[in-house]
Structure formats: structure tokens, C-alpha cells
């Protein structure tokens, strides 16, 4: 039997799995083995997981290079013979005119190359993931799924900037993005709370990247992320949403783009705020008070944004948390809902505690799903595997 592999590069980690081809219509991809290379940096880990085990091995220094490198050299020893038939990128920038996944040919990769500059921490190192799938997998199909896509068809306000209007033209405009997380997430609100699906959600993905989106019916009506991933929500090393006057200064200080670039994307957020780390986990677990107060601004602007989702959407009917720390991190829960009750946002405190699902007690439904972007990939690979 043929495999199907995928790989999401994050800003700090890369996710692959693999999956059983000729799976059948309807009944969703078969995962036979999936893992990740986590954190990026000096002190990366492996983690393998299959059917029979789990399994964690300490590999040092690794970039998303080295990473790809690692993965590919374990894949050999664990495809037992399989084919790899097709291999589905998370692409994280599609820009106007990529609404759906494609095949990725010379032509389409040269263009996606144009956004590198918009998604610096992730663009590149999708391509490089898809530039060394095509040397280990000369004969497979390579798909691209972008996290742009899911956010194509906004109205028109919920895309566009005050500038003048020839830079909407151009492509200056609202793109979002986390959008093969928001796709996985309306499908299985479809599946599991139709009622739900059909009302209004607003949907929050916090991981080391974080944003939110205000979906209508399944469908993505704004987002909080902009022309970049930037914008938004305060991140792991991002500095999310900022007055435009902040640039000017630095620029009129002598600050140069590239600096200005590197703190954006690789100094602020909640390492920037705390002067500690990038990790939730390690800061939730520090006694510093810098830490609690990057936490404090972190959970207080996922309220802020939670009723500007709430406004765009004219009201609410749930909320769903997921991503690394939306799923897992109970006690960012409970701070970012904090005085929501009269939106109908109140927590079910035990539920919360104990990592269930349904975790609200209010007139509106709150939910924390794990997501599945690699299965939204697969599914895109079937299909495209299938329309040839």
C-alpha cells in the first residue's frame, strides 16, 4: 500500500505524519505514523508516534534544515517499503490568487517565493520542506495547502486597510492565516455540534503563533491576523498588533528594516515582554513577575479580541479554543474569559481544569479541540490524487 506524507513547518516546530493511501471516500485519512521536531533551536527533540509507542530522542541543535534532514532520514526505516505517492505542504502564505490547494509546479513555487517577505519565519522553510520532498520523492505528487485560503470571500471591510485604494489593487490588504487549523475546526464542529456550526464562532488558535477567527455558518468572516503574520494577537516572539507610529520612530532613530524585522518577528511577544522565554509552559511555570505580566497582557488581549470577533460576527454562539496552548493551557483560559459573562462566556471551572472538550456553563458554548492541520493536508492530497 502507497503513503501519503505531510509537513507543517511552524515558526517553531515541524510537524510531519504519514497516512495510508486509497483511503476510501468519506471515512477520513488512515495516520500510520506522525511526530514532530520540537523546539527549533539548540535543544531540539524528536518525538516518533505510532501505534505501539511513543517515543522521545534528543537530536541537539536543529534548524528547520537540519530538522527536514532528520525527518526524512527516519521516514527511510519506518515506510517499510511504501511508496510515498504524494506529499501535502502547509503553505502559510497564498496571497490573493491561491484560494485552494494546487499542485506545485516551478511556476507556482516561484510565485509563492513573492511572500517570503510577509511570512519570514515560516514562507521560507515551507519551500525548503518542499524543495527537499521533491529530491527524496522525485515521482510523488507535491501539493501545497495554504493557511491563506480558508479566509478568501471576507466582506470587503474585514479585508481591506484605510490606505489609498490602489494598494488593495496591488495586494496590500487582510489575509489571515491559520486557516487549515479554522478548516479542520468547522469540520468537526460540522460533525460533532451541527447546531453550533451553523451559528456564530469565533475560533481561537494560540499557539506560538496565535490569532483568531469569526466564522459564520463555517465560514471565515474576519480574522485578527492582517497583510502578515503579524498582526493580532501578542505571540511567542511576535509582537501582534502595533500603532504604525512605533515603526516610523525607530526608522527616524536609525533603525534599519532588517532590525526592525528581527524584534518583530523574533524578539517580542511574550519573550520580548518577559525577557524569559517564548514558551507558555515555562512561563505559567516561573515565579518571575515579568512572566506573569506577559501573561497578564497575553490573556488580556485575547479578551479584547474575543469581543472584536463578537462585534464582527453580531454576536456570539460559542468559542472555541485550540493550538498548543488554547487546548492545553487551562490557566490562559480562565484568564482571557474573565469578565466575558455578559457575552454568555462563562467557564465550567473543574471541566476546565481536567482538560475536557465542553468546558462552559453559560448561554454560549466554549469548546477546546485539539486541531488536526495535517489531516486537512492529507484529505487535500487525496483529493488532488484523485482529480488526476
Known amino acids: 500500500m502507497d503513503a501519503v506524507l505531510t509537513l507543517n513547518a511552524g515558526s517553531s516546530s515541524l510537524k510531519f505524519s504519514v497516512y495510508e493511501a486509497g483511503t476510501q471516500a468519506g471515512q477520513g485519512p488512515a495516520k500510520l505514523l506522525g511526530g514532530q521536531i520540537e523546539p527549533l533551536g539548540p535543544a531540539a527533540r524528536l518525538t516518533l508516534d505510532d501505534a505501539r509507542e511513543t517515543r522521545v530522542t534528543e537530536i541537539g541543535p536543529a534548524g528547520m534544515g537540519e530538522a527536514i534532514g532528520t525527518i526524512l532520514v527516519t521516514l527511510e526505516r519506518r515506510l517499510a517499503g511504501r511508496a510515498v505517492v504524494a506529499v501535502g505542504h502547509r503553505i502559510v502564505h497564498g496571497g490573493a490568487e491561491f484560494d485552494r490547494p494546487v499542485r506545485l509546479t516551478p511556476d507556482v513555487l516561484k510565485r509563492l517565493e ?51 485604494a490602489h494598494l488593495y489593487e ?11 487549523s479554522y478548516d479542520y475546526i468547522a469540520s468537526r464542529l460540522a460533525e460533532d455540534w451541527p447546531e453550533l456550526a451553523r451559528g456564530r464562532v469565533v475560533v481561537a488558535h494560540l499557539g506560538n503563533g496565535a490569532s483568531m477567527c469569526a466564522m459564520s455558518g463555517g465560514r471565515s468572516i474576519a480574522s485578527t491576523m492582517g497583510f502578515s503574520a503579524l498582526d493580532g494577537l501578542p505571540m511567542g516572539t511576535r509582537s501582534g498588533q502595533l500603532d504604525p507610529g512605533v515603526l516610523l520612530y525607530l526608522l527616524e532613530k536609525g533603525e534599519g528594516p532588517e532590525s526592525i524585522a528581527r524584534m518583530l518577528y523574533r524578539e517580542s511577544g511574550l519573550l520580548g515582554l518577559s525577557g524569559i522565554s517564548h514558551d507558555m509552559r515555562t512561563l505559567l511555570a516561573s515565579s518571575d513577575p515579568a512572566a506573569a505580566r506577559a501573561i497578564e497582557y497575553y490573556t488580556f488581549r485575547i479578551r479584547r479580541e474575543i469581543g472584536a470577533m463578537a462585534a464582527a460576527l453580531g454576536g456570539i454562539d460559542g468559542l472555541v479554543f485550540t493550538g498548543g496552548v488554547g487546548r492545553n493551557a487551562a490557566p490562559v483560559r480562565t484568564m482571557a474569559l474573565a469578565g466575558l459573562d455578559f457575552l454568555g462566556l462563562k467557564l465550567d471551572p473543574e471541566a476546565n481544569r481536567n482538560g475536557a472538550e465542553r468546558i462552559g456553563i453559560g448561554a454560549a458554548e466554549i469548546l477546546a479541540l485539539e486541531t488536526d492541520e495535517e489531516g486537512v493536508i492529507a484529505r487535500a492530497c487525496f483529493r488532488t490524487i484523485a482529480a488526476d
Open 114 to 164: 513573492a511572500f517570503e517577505p510577509l511570512a519570514p519565519l515560516h514562507q521560507p522553510h515551507n519551500l525548503a520542506g518542499v524543495a527537499a520532498a521533491e529530491i527524496a520523492f522525485p515521482d510523488a505528487l507535491q501539493v501545497g495547502c495554504f493557511d491563506t485560503a480558508f479566509h478568501r470571500g471576507h466582506p470587503w471591510v474585514n479585508d481591506t486597510f484605510a490606505l489609498p
Open 170 to 180: 496591488e495586494g496590500v490588504r487582510r489575509y489571515g492565516f491559520h486557516g487549515l
